[in-house]
T-cell receptor
Framework: QQPVQSPQAVILREGEDAVINCSSSKALYSVHWYRQKHGEAPVFLMILLKGGEQKGHEKISASFNEKKQQSSLYLTASQLSYSGTYFCGTNTGTASKLTFGTGTRLQVTL | NAGVTQTPKFQVLKTGQSMTLQCAQDMNHEYMSWYRQDPGMGLRLIHYSVGAGITDQGEVPNGYNVSRSTTEDFPLRLLSAAPSQTSVYFC????????????FGPGTRLTVT
């Protein structure tokens, strides 16, 4: 079952902040975040693991609430280059599978 | 390092034809996977492999076969193409899905008429 992402789309002015949420109905071992620009492949942003470990880019921050099976990606002081579709992927730890949400389309304007 | 490579970049098939999408990685990753991406559906896992000789099904495996004879290569075979298989296909690799980032190939855009 796919995780649910919200919002589906958001438009920001450069310099504004945004939060993208990812929610699962299953207990999670890890949450992965990727960004995809139009016509390109997804690119890794961050992994959040059960127990608190995080791996990812320094300028990206995220949280993982293990009890609620929810994760949020925080984009602060947005830049034009942040535009794209953001996907969360979830892993329950019982199988080597990553299940992706349907994505959040982010557009940053001047 | 070339990373993850996929061939071809574009392909048009007629219904009923078969073909193989190629995927190779030079990072010595044990984990490899195939996803399809359709508008509004996100990335859906077709098949994955945790090492040479080991493969398993993902969410949408019907109509596709895979094998993993080497660490580097993970081809995806379409047995009898159908219009519903029109999609963009991404191959990805990782040391492990549990705790490591996936590197995605550039994708193959497949159209079945």
């Amino acid at each position: 079952q796919q995780p649910v992402q919200s919002p589906q789309a958001v438009i920001l002015r450069e310099g504004e902040d945004a939060v993208i949420n990812c929610s699962s109905s299953k207990a999670l071992y890890s949450v992965h975040w990727y960004r995809q620009k139009h016509g390109e492949a997804p690119v890794f942003l961050m992994i959040l693991l059960k127990g608190g470990e995080q791996k990812g880019h320094e300028k990206i921050s995220a949280s993982f609430n293990e009890k609620k099976q929810q994760s949020s990606l925080y984009l602060t002081a947005s830049q034009l280059s942040y535009s794209g579709t953001y996907f969360c992927g979830t892993n329950t730890g019982t199988a080597s599978k990553l299940t992706f949400g349907t994505g959040t389309r982010l557009q940053v304007t001047l | 390092n070339a990373g993850v490579t996929q061939t071809p970049k574009f392909q048009v098939l007629k219904t009923g034809q078969s073909m193989t999408l190629q995927c190779a990685q030079d990072m010595n990753h044990e984990y490899m996977s195939w996803y399809r991406q359709d508008p509004g559906m996100g990335l859906r896992l077709i098949h994955y492999s945790v090492g040479a000789g080991i493969t398993d099904q993902g969410e949408v495996p019907n109509g596709y076969n895979v094998s993993r004879s080497t660490t580097e290569d993970f081809p995806l075979r379409l047995l009898s193409a159908a219009p519903s298989q029109t999609s963009v296909y991404f191959c990805a690799s990782s040391y492990s899905i549990q705790g490591w980032e996936q590197y995605f190939g550039p994708g193959t855009r497949l159209t079945v008429t």
